[in-house]
């Protein structure tokens, strides 16, 4: 059994070993986005809260999603409801989350492929939203952007921004945390407890230890997002449906743009790049997936993606490409209200499911759809919807509140984390050259944090995410895990392993140029001077 470290969200359970019995007014399934944005509001609303999240926070489709903090854009023809929500949103959120936020800005750009009329219909749709928009000259676009294709006829403003999802996750659930709420990571449901038409609480198992745990709650909110009819088949409700719309994003190896990119057009595949921190990122496909846990990436997506970067920045293909990942989208398919066909016809706007009206068992709610750019807004619904089946008048107060992590109260800057850290750069020693990750900031993470998993320390720091994708900084980071008393030799590798297979799923549909010969060499590495099989 591996020792643990002293990170007060894993500390919870610990303590509560040998009592098999929680409990709780509110239980949250669910610790992506919509969970974390749940348990904040409910905490902040005063009530008692515990979360549970059958993986680390921000491993479901929060932490593979294209990082986009939508200005509505996409949506003010298709989709109006979105495209005003998304208005609301993203001033909301810059104010509440402001660190968790790059204002890159976003362009909405007609390609020679594309109907230069659309952008007339898009100018409409974004006036009806309230949506700042404003056209610009092609040759002004193309000097803030030297990159872009320079046969676009014509290109728009828009306040888009990239969002750290991560970062956004942890804050929600450190301020619901802060508020008294438990947050059970690697805790899944497997079972709800239903009696005399209500809900009554739920069995989790401990995903670390293989204990089982019964929570007593008096309320349970669904925000499991793609896996939430699962939860539902717990509770008897076998006609709710999710299609999982699957897409997949590649992350090229630097900002080949510094603004959100979008082609102006109705939404399709591969037409939005995002640059996010040091890399950008191409996306997004949205194929029907059968399950939400089996969602591999073909060759024929990944060249498709590749394909569509071209169009909006000529040479993407020479450019290096460094992971490609699939995330999925929750979309409800309620038998009721007949079938879905094509995903990406699907409204993205949200919906709060009563399961007192709809199937008659009370004190469960499920969250539907949605965005990640309006996850404020969706626990604000469900919230609502709670307490209004409660009888209480308990008022929402996200719209003020900032969550710990935003004291600086400003987006952040590409630049920011190297100016932050320059100076103890100088005298210590640097594990992770790409994401600049000093040892005492690791060592802090590997402590605060606990557990085994470096894949979880990747997801707090973004260790190993840059060009060699771990080769060089993972296994000085295992023997710091060793050296830090967290782990013994053997758990120590094991970790590593695991790390390596999952860093390798996102390498090997993308080997090709550079990045097959990060690849060897990662491989000669690993394989041929640690040989990690066999440690
Ligand atoms: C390819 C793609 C790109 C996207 N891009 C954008 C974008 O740029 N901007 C934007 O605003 N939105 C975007 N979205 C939408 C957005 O990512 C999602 O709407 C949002 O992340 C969903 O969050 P969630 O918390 O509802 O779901 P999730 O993040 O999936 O969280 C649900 C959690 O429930 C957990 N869970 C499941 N079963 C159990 C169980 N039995 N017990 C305990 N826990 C369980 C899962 O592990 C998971 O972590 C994108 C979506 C996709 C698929």
């Known amino acids: 059994m591996s020792r643990r470290g002293s990170d007060p969200f894993r500390d919870t359970p610990n303590s509560m ?68 929500e998304c208005v609301v949103e993203n001033t909301i959120l810059r104010a509440v989350i402001p660190d968790c936020i790059e204002d890159t800005g976003g362009l909405f750009v007609t390609t020679p492929d594309d109907d230069p009329a659309y952008g007339d219909r898009f100018m409409d749709g974004c006036r009806a939203a309230q949506l700042p928009a404003e056209e610009i000259e092609v040759a ?135 640059p996010i921190r040091t890399v950008s990122v191409i996306g997004t496909t949205d194929i029907r997936a059968a399950d939400p846990d089996e969602i591999p990436v073909t ?27 699939a995330g999925v989208r929750p979309l409800f398919q309620d038998a009721r209200a007949g079938e879905v066909k094509d995903t990406r016809d699907v409204s993205r706007t949200h919906a709060v499911v009563d399961h007192r009206e709809r199937d008659g068992i009370g004190g469960l709610l499920t969250m539907s759809g949605g965005k990640l750019t309006t996850l404020r807004l969706m626990a604000q619904d469900i919230v609502d919807a709670m307490c209004a089946q409660l009888g209480e008048e308990r008022p929402c107060r996200t719209r003020e509140e900032r969550p710990p992590g935003n004291e600086d109260g400003d987006s952040y800057r590409l630049g920011s984390r190297l100016r932050k850290r320059e100076k103890t750069l100088q005298d210590e020693q640097l594990i992770c050259e790409c994401e600049l990750i000093g040892r005492a900031r690791l060592e802090e993470a590997m402590r605060r944090r606990g557990g085994e998993s ?66 060897r060499l990662d491989d000669w590495i690993f394989q041929g001077l640690l040989d990690v099989e066999h440690v």
């Open 299 to 325: 060759q024929a997506e990944v060249d498709q993606m590749l394909d569509d970067g071209e169009r909006l920045v000529p040479g993407f293909r020479e450019a290096r490409a460094l992971r490609v990942w």
């Open 140 to 274: 002004d676009a193309l000097r803030r952007e030297p990159r872009l294709n320079p046969r676009i006829r014509r290109a728009f403003t828009v306040p888009d921004a990239s969002i750290d999802a991560w970062k956004t996750v942890w804050s929600f659930a450190r301020g619901a945390a802060a508020h008294g709420a438990r947050i059970l990571t690697y805790h899944r449901v497997t079972d709800l407890h239903v009696s005399d038409g209500a809900v009554s609480g739920a069995r989790l198992r401990n995903e670390l230890t293989g204990e089982d745990l019964d929570i007593e709650a008096g309320f349970i909110l669904n925000a499991s997002g793609a896996w939430a009819a699962q939860i539902l088949h717990m509770a008897g409700i076998e006609d709710v449906g999710v299609v999982p719309g699957k897409g997949i994003m590649i992350a090229m190896n630097h900002r080949l743009v510094d603004t959100v990119i979008n082609r102006c057009t109705m939404p399709a595949d591969g037409d939005i790049l995002v």
């Open 17 to 84: 070993r040998g009592v098999p019995q929680l409990r709780a007014e509110v239980l949250v399934i669910g610790g992506g986005a919509t969970g974390a944005g749940v348990a904040w509001d409910a905490a902040l609303r005063g009530f008692d809260v515990v979360l549970v999240e059958r993986g680390d926070l921000a491993e479901g489709t929060s932490g593979r999603f294209h990082g986009l903090l939508h200005s509505g854009g996409r949506y003010v023809v298709k989709d109006p409801v979105a495209a005003e």
């Open 454 to 519: 470096l894949d979880d320390i990747r997801r707090s720091l973004r260790l190993g995410m840059g060009p060699c994708q771990g080769g060089f900084c993972i296994y000085r980071a295992t023997g710091i895990l060793h050296a830090v008393d967290r782990l013994d030799g053997e758990e120590a590798s094991a970790s590593l392993r695991h790390f390596l297979q999952e860093r390798w799923k996102g390498v090997w549909p993308i080997l090709y140029g550079d990045q097959l010969r990060q690849a």
